[in-house]
Nanobody, 122 residues
Framework: QVQLVESGGGLVQAGGSLRLSCAAS????????MGWYRQPPGKQRELVAS???????NYADFVKGRFTISRDNAKTMMYLLMNKLTPEDTAVYYC????????????????WGQGTQVTVSS
């Protein structure tokens, strides 16, 4: 019953910024690590950034300081602020979270959102 829903994707010009949001809802006991992945056209899905429940952050090298990941534990939300976007950033961006469901009570499970399209034009 746990759901992850992304929002904020769209069409943006090169050099512009975009802010993605991920909302987690449902029967959630705890949320451990959350992360953003992306899948460019014709390529495999790759990690963009991750953040633990304690706030430890890991970025992919290609981000190069352009992206900022954050989360609001009280609101079960995660964000990705993307600056200085380039056409190479064009991809479907997915929200991922390691979540322990509250009902039925179970162990940590990976959940995925359905993705949001980000298109950067030159």
């Amino acid at each position: 019953q746990v759901q992850l829903v992304e929002s904020g994707g769209g069409l943006v010009q090169a050099g512009g910024s975009l802010r993605l949001s991920c909302a987690a809802s449902g029967s959630i006991f705890t949320i451990n690590t959350m992360g953003w992945y992306r899948q460019p056209p014709g390529k495999q899905r790759e990690l963009v950034a991750s953040i633990t429940s304690g706030g430890s952050i890991n970025y992919a090298d290609f981000v190069k300081g352009r992206f900022t990941i954050s989360r609001d534990n009280a609101k079960t939300m995660m964000y990705l602020l993307m600056n200085k976007l380039t056409p190479e950033d064009t991809a479907v961006y997915y929200c991922n979270a390691l979540i322990k469901p509250s009902y039925p009570l179970g162990g940590p499970t990976n959940y995925w959102g359905q993705g949001t399209q980000v298109t950067v034009s030159s």
